[in-house]
């Protein structure tokens, strides 16, 4: 298959599998004085209610571990580095990418960090489940078409409770 068809398979699959995932600013369009400027790509904000029927109430930090919140906090000093969190399956998506996609919030955090993006190649727990994960901070992770993310724990081990 041609890498032209590979990635717009890929651009496709994004398309209709994340609605909901990535940052909730639309990225900006890049500024070219050949051609006329694009409308920026719409946001994926995300869906609130998956979310509020999720009760976060009584979370605890796992042993070792960090909060959504704190997460966000010390992103840059977590970066490329193995972080423990535990909190509740907000959202699940399976085989994207070839991976596991899962939102997990803890009550922690405001707006713009209290929901941490997972990646996994483990089993996919369901929406409502606690979980511990276990994996790497990457941050800027930007997939294309408004799928961007600021922070996202990839690769996680992920065991539910």
């Not at 580095?81 to 907000?90: A, D, L, N, S, Y």
């Not at 727990?125 to 990457?138: L, R």
């Amino acid at each position: 298959m041609s890498k032209a068809i590979t990635g717009s398979l890929l651009v496709l699959t994004l398309v209709l599998i994340l609605p909901g995932c990535g940052s909730k600013t639309p990225p900006t369009p890049a500024a070219t004085t050949a051609a006329p400027a694009t409308p920026a790509v719409p946001a994926h904000p995300l869906p609130a209610t998956a979310y509020s029927a999720v009760d976060l109430s009584g979370i605890k930090r796992a042993e070792g571990g960090k909060t959504v919140a704190e997460v966000y906090a010390d992103k840059d000093q977590l970066a490329g580095k193995t972080v423990i969190v535990r909190g509740k399956i907000v959202k699940a998506r399976a085989n994207v990418m070839g991976k596991n996609w899962l939102h997990l919030r803890d009550g922690t955090g405001t707006e713009q960090t209290n929901d941490l993006t997972v990646t996994t190649a483990g089993p996919l727990p369901s929406v409502g489940e606690t979980a511990v994960v276990t994996g790497t901070v990457a941050l800027n992770r930007n997939l294309g078409l408004g799928y961007q993310y600021d922070v996202l724990v990839e690769d996680a081990k992920v065991t539910t409770e």
